[in-house]
């Protein structure tokens, strides 16, 4: 009797796999997608696709199937765009069908689509537009921000300068510069590099990133209710975002008590007094949850990536000697050690301001574009995107598109020069994406990173221990492409 019992057990379970991969197979024929390597039920593309080395797994696979292919992360596919001319195509051309940001199961589980940086529709239009108004008032592109950021640098170079002559990795220095901006501009204030709260703050921001860039968010996307509850890193992900929470909710609700609405002195503040202004709308989208979700969305865009390119660009530096001469040539020919440098320089620097851009195309500290959504059915080179379909740039095959770049794997800041040694501009440059969706925080990101970098190399001669052919500049292995090797420096006053 319980023989015939396991026996029939078996036989269901047996049924019902068959007739779910029947149903599998019968949807993944019906979408009609780009195509892309053989699928798994449940695993996806997995077999072919490398969790720690993403955007080099897939610029093979382009080679295969295309500039236009499909990949799946479980169930779900994602559509994979190569190069500038397939990216310009989708996000430009189309862009009122490809928009729309899509959204991971562990982006919704932390943001709830709040936010600047994950909403759509009404939401997106209503903060986007309100983000940037608020910044332009406070300066960004404007004298108001670079002055902050020409301070912040200064007391940049005296942290350096304490360093005397000894070695040192220059990786936490540079992101407490750049967070201090983001502070400023958000609370207001600025911290002392060694000021407790804000160096928590900054480690719980650095452990959250660290897991959403690791395999575990892969894992958590893949398999969403199994992994919720299983141990592993991805939990610590879930306090270090409350800590994180309570940090800004307790800033705001300092904020409430000290606020005059007559003379707002930073974000929060703005964004309180447009939450009383709304505060009858039914609708409105001025409430403390997005308020905390778009100043993540600050600290998400504005730390890591800044800090990661200007630590790039130190090490490019120390392997390239020669580059930094002639920079710092143009720099006191230009500014001179008397004033900071500001973003009018950048028109009398040619050189200079082409070795940045260079820097940043082949820093390549996002290769992966952020996720976008097909917000109907649309036709695209040929294929079919069905509405709700995730697609997303490998910006990393934009930046380094051989059609446009002529040394596509090489760091040569030629390719930003004419051959009168004018700045040249190419429009396969798009560190910050392209499209409706490009990053709301550029115009912020290209200043600190030309006034940083300019007045680092104004102020100091950097110096190594390591001979220039044993210096690596690309990214670390198996690390997705995002994570700037580790390295020590030494300064010394010019």
């Known amino acids: 009797m319980e023989l015939g019992v396991i026996s029939s057990i078996l036989l269901a379970v047996c049924v019902s796999l068959v007739a779910y991969l029947f149903s599998w197979k019968k949807k993944l024929r019906s979408q009609k997608l780009p195509p892309g390597p053989p699928t798994l039920p449940l695993l996806g593309t997995v077999l072919h696709v490398s969790a720690t080395e993403m955007p080099q797994s897939l610029k093979k696979l382009s080679e295969k199937y295309g500039p236009v292919f499909t990949i799946y992360i479980g169930n779900e596919p994602l559509v994979v765009l190569i190069g500038y001319d397939c990216t310009k195509e989708a996000f430009l051309d189309h862009s009122d069908t490809l928009s729309a940001r899509g959204n991971t199961f562990f982006s919704k589980a932390f943001f709830k689509d709040y936010g600047i940086i994950l909403s759509n529709g009404e939401r997106w239009q209503q903060l986007h537009k309100f983000s940037l108004t608020t910044l332009r008032n406070f300066g960004m592109g404007k004298r108001g921000i670079a002055e902050r950021i020409q301070e912040e640098a200064h007391f940049l170079v005296e942290e350096f300068k304490k360093n005397g002559e000894n070695l040192f990795d220059p990786t936490e220095l540079l992101r407490l510069a750049v967070s201090n901006v983001i502070c400023c501009l958000v609370f207001g204030e600025r911290f002392d590099y060694e000021d407790e709260r804000f160096t928590n703050l900054l480690f719980w921001l650095k452990e959250f990133l660290n897991t959403l860039s690791s395999i575990w968010s892969i894992m958590l996307n893949v398999f969403p209710k199994i992994s919720l509850y299983i141990p592993g890193p991805h939990q610590k992900a879930f306090r270090n975002f409350g800590k994180i929470k309570a940090f800004i909710s307790e800033s705001v609700n300092h904020h409430k008590k000290t606020i005059d609405i007559n003379c707002p002195r930073d974000f929060i503040d703005s964004f309180l007094i447009k939450m009383e202004k709304d505060k009858d709308k039914p609708n409105t989208e001025f409430h403390f949850e997005n308020l905390f979700a778009t100043v993540m969305d600050f600290f998400n865009a504005g730390i890591e990536t800044t800090s990661a390119t200007l630590k790039s660009a130190l090490l490019i530096l120390l392997k390239h000697p020669d580059v930094a001469r002639k920079m710092q040539e143009e720099i006191d020919n230009v500014i001179g050690q008397s004033r900071s440098p500001s973003m009018e320089d950048r028109i009398k620097m040619p050189y200079t301001y082409a070795v940045i851009h260079e820097i940043q195309r082949f820093s390549d500290v996002v290769p992966l574009g952020l996720p ?66 490009t990053c709301f925080g550029e115009s912020l990101a290209r200043m600190e990173i030309f006034i940083f970098l300019t007045t680092l190399l104004q102020k100091l001669q950097l110096k190594t221990n390591k001979a220039l052919e044993d210096i690596e500049i690309t990214p670390e292995p198996g690390k997705n492409g995002v994570i700037v090797r580790t390295y020590q420096l030494q300064v010394e006053p010019r």
């Open 372 to 437: 976008h959504t097909a917000s109907k059915d649309t036709e695209f080179r040929g294929h079919n995107i069905p509405k709700g379909t995730t697609v997303s740039p490998l910006i990393s095959s934009v930046l380094k598109d051989p059609k446009y770049f002529r040394h596509p794997e090489k760091f040569d800041p030629g390719h930003f020069l004419d051959e009168d040694g004018h700045f040249r501009n190419n429009e396969a440059f798009i560190p910050f994406s392209i499209g409706k969706r």
